[in-house]
């Protein structure tokens, strides 16, 4: 807690308080790491590429063992001790698949798709634990970190075939992606893991998603596709505002722009979106399963036949990819042999039998007694929640054209590539152009590399949350209510739990721009040598208390190593917030000898 009368808020709106500076990274190699949902992979380039083609960038290839692919599974097989990642993406399906054959895979640890835990998770700490597939436990920073470290090995492992000579720990700058959306908690905690997993904190950067897709795009010919069959190329000329539409496995990441006179970007509105991705798709599929063989079936083959499990939901991951509007040949799957045993075994039914007891009886046949063949409207239906989430969205900021003016539609990630989507949005949002960059699954991973080069090309962004600190201030008759009066042992009247703003949601905030000025902070005890200063958020704009119910508690501001040889009043600290790209950003020096402190802002327990 502070005192309010030591404090300086800064006005976020103001010019005198950027410090903008080129963020060009010196590095001689940017490497960077796609945490996704469903899909992971790495890339990198060096600097010397960077300034001549910017888009020149090594990206990992994955075998999946009847092909080649630039993303792997977000797959990991963790050993029965909780502590060594034995194998990640494809090589852990399999291996795990084998084990689960031979009845050795309940004491190991398989998790897949479990980033979703942490968007979900309000409330998350330093202990949060993820469960496997299985239902075992273990913290999710554990499990993140031996992921990031899988990923970071193998990124330099192979550097060093492609180069003469080592790229030293210090030569590389790291890019780690979170989506816009998640809270600050999460953020950290991701950063948190990528220390863990031997990333230097200086040397990493935290990158937005949509962002990074949509500064790759500007580097890259847009070309835009119309019914018809003709074509064009639509630049990202000054003036333009376009909305990034960031469709992943988990989340569908929301984000406006405004391309600036001098080439920079001002983001137009705060992040926003929902887990509305292609995963949503794969849960309709596995309700549709649910209702013609019943869940304890799945339950069962998915505990006793886990590598057929796997395998079913893979053909249906390269099915639901070529799904269209139009479409209208059937859609044959195979049913494994497993599931058919456990099926005929639990109910006494055939597949046909269970069918004709749905809503699918007209729409589904059983083909050679282990294929089920699905109509063409059988497949679209898996897409409808998940498109009518996304298109109610977007018809939010299609609607207000005065407000918004938005041109084009920038839609990237992989779920991007469904011609199911780019139609919804087509349908949903017609004034707008629509634009599918080539390889748009990689856009959020290659622009996560230019961004590591260069993190100054978005140069304004918007506030989510109104931000402010906890203090104490003088007790003001008829403005401070009186259950907030406390009286000190000086005597003085004081109002507790107020919340002093610093930064208001929905404010723009220029990179590098100090938000916030505390002088002459103390610590609370003379045995203390460190300040804590709470940091509270809110939902609202107007927010007087930390004890109002749109208010939350975000963190603490520490500032540690101050001198307890001096007396307690002498022991003064000056605190500085600024933003600095994705992330609150806080200088700490003694207020007497000017010396730099270790300062940061911790918000997980």
Wanted: glycine share 6%; charged share 25%; hydrophobic share 35%.
């Amino acid at each position: 807690m502070m005192r309010g009368n030591d404090s300086t808020p800064h006005d976020p709106s103001s010019e005198s308080g950027s410090r903008l500076a080129s963020e060009k990274s010196n590095k001689l190699m940017v490497a960077a790491i796609d945490f996704g949902t469903t899909f992971s992979s790495w890339a990198c380039s060096f600097r010397h590429d960077y300034e001549r083609e910017p888009t020149k960038i090594l990206v990992k290839e994955w075998n999946s063992g009847s092909s080649i692919s630039s993303k792997a599974p977000t797959t990991a097989l963790i050993r029965p001790d909780g502590e060594t990642l034995d194998a990640f993406g494809y090589d852990a399906e399999d291996k795990y698949g084998k084990l689960a054959e031979s009845d050795d895979h309940k004491d190991w640890y398989y998790f897949r798709r479990f980033k979703m835990s942490l968007f979900k998770d309000k409330s998350l700490t330093r202990k949060t634990t993820i469960n496997d597939e299985m239902g075992k436990k273990l913290a999710a920073i554990k499990v993140i970190s031996l992921v990031v470290s899988y990923m970071k090995d193998d990124l330099c492992e192979e550097v060093k075939l492609k180069i003469a000579g080592a790229i030293l720990p210090e030569d590389m700058q790291w890019v780690l992606t979170v989506p816009a959306i998640w809270n600050d908690k999460a953020r950290q905690l991701m950063r948190e893991a990528a220390v863990q997993a031997g990333i230097s904190n200086k040397q990493l950067l935290i990158a937005l998603e949509p962002e990074a897709a949509a500064l790759y795009c500007r580097h890259i010919p847009l070309e835009l596709k119309e019914f018809d069959g003709t074509s064009s190329i639509v630049p990202l000329s000054p003036g333009t505002r376009y909305i990034v539409v960031d469709a992943g496995g988990g989340t569908v990441d929301i984000t406006i722009h405004e391309i600036l006179e001098d080439g920079n970007v001002k983001e137009l509105y705060k992040a926003t979106g929902g887990a509305w991705g292609g995963q949503e798709v794969d849960e309709a599929f596995n309700q549709f399963l649910i209702k013609i063989f019943g869940a304890p079936v799945l339950r069962k083959f998915k505990v006793e036949a886990m590598e057929d499990y796997l395998g079913l939901f893979r053909e249906f991951e390269l099915k639901k990819r070529k799904v269209s509007p139009n479409g209208k040949e059937d859609v044959t799957f195979s049913i494994p042999a497993s599931l058919l045993e456990i099926f005929t075994e639990s109910t006494d039914e055939t597949m046909s039998e269970a069918i004709n007891q749905t809503q699918f009886a007209d729409n589904v046949r059983v083909i050679k007694g282990n294929k089920l063949r699905l109509d063409q409207s059988i497949m679209r239906g898996f897409f409808d929640r998940s498109l009518r989430s996304i298109s109610y969205h977007l018809q939010t900021f299609h609607k207000d054209q005065e407000k918004y003016g938005i041109s084009l539609a920038l839609l990237v990630g992989g779920y991007a590539e469904s011609p199911m989507l780019r139609n919804a949005i087509r349908e949903s949002c017609s004034s707008w152009k629509v634009l599918v960059p080539d390889g748009a699954s990689l856009t959020v991973l290659k622009g996560a590399v230019l961004y590591g080069h260069d993190q100054s090309d978005i140069v304004f962004r918007v506030a989510r949350y109104t931000y402010g600190v906890h203090v104490v201030k003088a007790f003001i008759e008829g403005v401070h209510p009186k259950e907030e009066l406390v009286v000190n042992d000086l005597g003085e009247r004081l109002c507790r739990n107020v919340f002093d703003t610093f930064l208001t949601e929905g404010t723009l905030v220029r990179y590098d721009q100090i938000l916030y000025k505390c002088t002459g902070c103390r610590p609370l005890l003379s045995k203390y040598d460190y300040v804590n200063i709470p940091i509270y958020a809110s939902t609202k704009k107007d927010t007087k208390f930390i004890t109002n119910e749109c208010c939350f508690l975000l963190g603490k501001l520490k500032v540690t190593g101050l001198d307890t040889s001096i007396a307690c009043s002498q022991r003064k600290v000056d605190v500085i917030i600024t933003h600095k790209g994705t992330d609150l950003h806080v200088y700490a020096t003694d207020t007497r000898s000017g010396r730099e402190l270790d300062a940061f802002i911790d918000l997980l327990d």
